[in-house]
């Protein structure tokens, strides 16, 4: 029987090129879901910090920390997409491109109270975008201990979320309704986000990181006080404090939650 050479390596070379094209998409990982939880809080932070620079707040000077931020996210964004991950979750990093975009070009006005509005819309929209892509990545991993992960960040996001429409509050850039509207709805994903992680086995979130969390809980039960307040009285100082407080803390958090995961 006369040998088909040619035929014979046209098989072989797309046996070759198969495993190639299933390699070019691979899973999520622990490092990808801890960089989109970064770039997610990085730009809340974002609006905390250009209120504060409309308002000549000074602390921990805000302008520099919207420029670390920026960098930030910039950074992180390129090295997601230098992961090949999955069509899909591409196709939702793309998007979160495209609204950071946004966000870019109004950091590129002086701060201003009509600017700040729209600033906020952008950063609510991205950071929404942010949780939903940081659960996809969680669940692309295999891990159902990611999920938890994501869930302390959440308690993070709500905190610095918070801080920033307070502080637009505070400037008196956002009308009443509007402003106790948004804080009651983030003090309802806090709580829930809390909830199930303290209600979570103990194989998925230890006893240890539940009870740095009510740490976090009792903190922020501060912050829910100053924010719910009615007297017209607002400390914008006060509440950046707090905010970068609990973001070192759940910061560090995470990092144990993770070396447990892993």
């Known amino acids: ?84 991950i999955t069509k899909s979750l591409h196709a939702e990093e793309e998007a979160l491109h495209t609204e950071w975009s946004k966000i870019l070009g109004e950091l590129k006005n002086a701060p201003t109270k009509e600017g700040a509005l729209v600033l906020h819309d952008h950063v609510n929209t991205f950071a929404k975008h942010c949780e939903t892509l940081a659960e996809h990545l969680a669940a692309d991993t295999g891990n159902p201990a990611e999920h938890y992960v994501v869930l302390i960040a959440r308690l993070n996001l709500d905190v610095q979320e918070l801080a920033g429409t307070y502080v637009l509050k505070s400037w008196g850039a956002i009308e009443d309704k509007a402003y106790y509207d948004e804080v009651h709805h983030i003090l309802k994903d806090f709580n829930a986000a809390y909830d199930e992680l303290e209600t979570a086995d103990e194989d998925m979130v230890s006893k240890s990181v539940k009870e740095k969390l009510t740490v976090i809980k009792k903190h922020f039960m501060v912050f829910e006080f100053m924010a719910e307040s009615k007297s017209g009285r607002y400390v914008p100082l006060l509440i950046a404090k707090k905010a970068e407080s609990i973001h070192k803390e759940t910061t560090e958090i995470l990092l144990q939650e993770e070396s447990e995961v892993e």
Not at 58 to 69: L, V
């Open 1 to 84: 029987m006369k040998y088909n050479f040619k035929k014979s390596m046209k098989g072989t070379a797309f046996s070759m090129i198969l495993p190639l094209f299933i390699m070019g998409e691979v899973h999520a990982n622990a490092e990808d879901v801890h960089r989109i939880i970064d770039i997610c809080t990085s730009s809340e932070r974002v609006m905390k910090d250009y209120a504060m620079v409309g308002m000549k707040i000074t602390y921990h000077d805000p302008q520099k920390d919207i420029d670390d931020s920026v960098k930030r996210v910039n950074k992180e964004l390129k090295e997601m997409e230098g992961h090949k």
